[in-house]
């Protein structure tokens, strides 16, 4: 079992930079493909970055690829989402995932858990 806790979202302008956190519990964690998915409101549910076990293979959306950046850090059961030169457009609340068994997935319905996700808002 895995528990998943994201933090650093907020309320912030266009063109601004922003770093999601994710803290997950377990003492396999370098185990586990870990991405963010994002929901905006009356929208689906979007994939937005992926990255390995080991962190050497990442994948991201194109609506992202080149202002996101997703790492981790093994040693402290840690995903991150380095964000730069955000827009409107990326107002969501971004969600944590996590999953041991497909590699770098974009299917949301692959990740078997799920932080609880925190809410990003880029104003105009």
């Known amino acids: 079992q895995v528990q998943l806790v994201e933090s650093g979202g907020g309320l912030v302008q266009t063109g601004d930079s922003l770093r999601l956190s994710c803290a997950a519990s377990?003492?396999?964690?370098?185990?586990?493909?870990m991405g963010w998915f994002r929901q905006a409101p009356g929208k689906e549910r979007e994939f937005v970055a992926t990255?390995?076990?080991?962190?050497?293979?990442?994948d991201y959306a194109d609506a992202v690829q080149g202002r996101f950046t997703i790492s981790r850090d093994n040693t402290k059961n840690t995903v991150y989402l380095q964000m730069n030169s955000l827009k409107p457009e990326d107002t969501a609340v971004y969600y944590c995932?996590?999953?041991?068994?497909?590699?770098?997935?974009?299917?949301?319905?692959?990740?078997?858990?799920w932080g609880q996700g925190t809410q990003i808002t880029v104003s105009s």
């Open positions: 377990g003492r396999t964690f370098s185990a586990y493909y």
């Open positions: 995932v996590a999953d041991r068994t497909y590699s770098n997935s974009r299917n949301g319905a692959t990740y078997d858990y």
């Open positions: 990255i390995s076990g080991g962190g050497s293979r990442t």
